[in-house]
């Protein structure tokens, strides 16, 4: 599985609850989670494992949980060109010299890419 720089695992999100317990992120996804819980893994485990509204719709029918649409997939190569382009403008490719805005900018270009790449990809691929 795919790791972050810190070295953990992208999936699951964890933590899902705040210093409080209340829900935050979905497990799953990283959407707002809600007061459903996937449950505790072993005893050591001490989150929930929130999940999100769609998330929580989804796991009742597992059909629904399905990969990327190939115009999905696509729109992520547009996501990762426009994170190239984000970084070689600023040259900084160490995330950790990154400020807030940085960051944000970072996702936001990301983010972008992706529904360009799906514009472009239906535009590209539909007939119609
Ligand atoms: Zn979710």
New binding site residues.
Partial sequence: MAQLPTGKPILPITPTQDEHGTPTV??????I?MGIGVGFKDRKDTDPGY??Q??IQAVKDLSLMNRLSLFELQALDEGVDAVGEYIATHGVTDLQYYDDLMQRMLVKNAWEGCIRGIRKALKESVPF
């Fill in positions: 979905c497990r799953c996804c990283g959407r989670a999940l999100c769609g998330c």
